[in-house]
């Protein structure tokens, strides 16, 4: 008869779980801790990462490496590098890191808006310093969290899994030991917090080859309304002489309402527009003078940066 563990429920009928249970979840933690690096900037402390692409790409936290444009990054070989910061999204809580490596090892990762509630997860990271360390716990919930004063919404995963400071950035697994996450935070004192693996990968995937565009605006959120309803837009208080703006045709007084698509209702929304713009021309749908109006700027990778 195989082994097994008993444990005795609040009526005292014993439930019996796999003898193997505790050394599959060991094998999960030691493989995939292949893959979990240390990230560090000076002056915000450290937290965690995981190698997303063999030749170097690095998944973590924006708010890990904040406004730095490079970052120190231990591999779980002990070998430290310099990271560059390639990509970031202040709204999902992302930043591609990119060091100069190749053949690291990788933790596949799983379609993570399969996942259910009640499905065991593991966290790797490095709370309060400590390499390392595992936790455990299940799935209590999916659904979307407010990211800004305009109402925002990302979307998160919400585990009891045990986090702490320096488990930022990490990897959240399913117990096939695949990534469904990216451990963020820790919401209302118990409750950890992390971005969907699907949601990363989706905004993820060759946002590190995107080149960001600086449109050289100053604005202010100002709130709108148009019959009974209200929304937020970006006042143009300033452009920067020789700026993107400038050249395109925008004038202070101006009020940004959406870049190709994608609505503006506060800085950190413009910021997320301007990362993810692709092709060769930018599309601003704005209010002059209280009537909406569309304008087209063309884009150069001379001139946008």
């Given at each position: ?76 070989d ?47 990271g ?14 209590s ?12 919404t990302a ?5 009891d ?9 990490g ?6 030991g ?7 935070m820790?919401?209302?004192g ?61 004038m ?40 909406m109006?569309?304008?087209?700027i ?8």
């Amino acid at each position: 008869m195989e082994r097994a563990a008993m444990i005795q429920t609040g009526s005292f009928t014993p439930v019996y779980l796999p003898a193997d249970l505790s050394l599959t979840l060991a094998e999960i933690a030691q493989r995939a801790a292949a893959s979990v690096v240390q990230v560090r900037v000076e002056g915000r402390g450290g937290g965690a990462g995981f190698v997303w692409r063999a030749d170097g790409e690095i998944l973590t936290n924006q708010h890990v490496v904040g406004a730095a444009q490079r970052a120190e990054v231990q591999l779980a070989d002990g070998t430290t590098h310099t990271a560059d910061v390639v990509a970031r999204n202040q709204t999902l809580d992302l930043a591609v890191l990119r060091v100069n490596a190749h053949g690291l090892p990788t933790i596949p990762a799983a379609d993570s808006a399969r996942l259910r509630v009640g499905e065991l997860v593991v966290a790797i990271g490095h709370p309060w310093g400590q390499k390392g360390v595992v936790t455990m716990g299940l799935v209590s919930g999916m659904g979307e969290l407010v990211v800004s004063p305009a109402g925002r919404t990302a979307q998160y995963i919400r585990s009891d899994v045990r986090l702490a400071p320096g488990n930022s950035g990490g990897p959240l697994l399913n117990a096939r030991g695949e990534v469904v996450g990216i451990n963020a935070m820790i919401f209302g004192g118990d409750l950890s917090v992390a971005i969907p693996m699907h949601v990363a990968e989706a905004w993820a995937d060759g946002a590190a080859d995107r080149q960001p565009v600086t449109l050289g605006v100053q604005v202010q959120q100002v709130e709108l309304r148009s019959e009974q309803k209200r929304f937020y837009g970006l006042l143009v208080a300033g452009i920067a002489e020789g700026s993107l703006a400038e050249r395109g045709g925008l004038m202070v007084g101006d009020v940004l309402l959406e870049l190709n698509g994608a609505a503006t209702t506060d800085p950190v929304a413009l910021r997320d527009a301007l990362a993810n713009i692709g092709g060769e021309r930018l599309a601003v749908r704005m209010l002059r003078g209280g009537e909406m109006q569309a304008l087209e700027i063309a884009l150069s990778r001379t001139t946008a940066l």
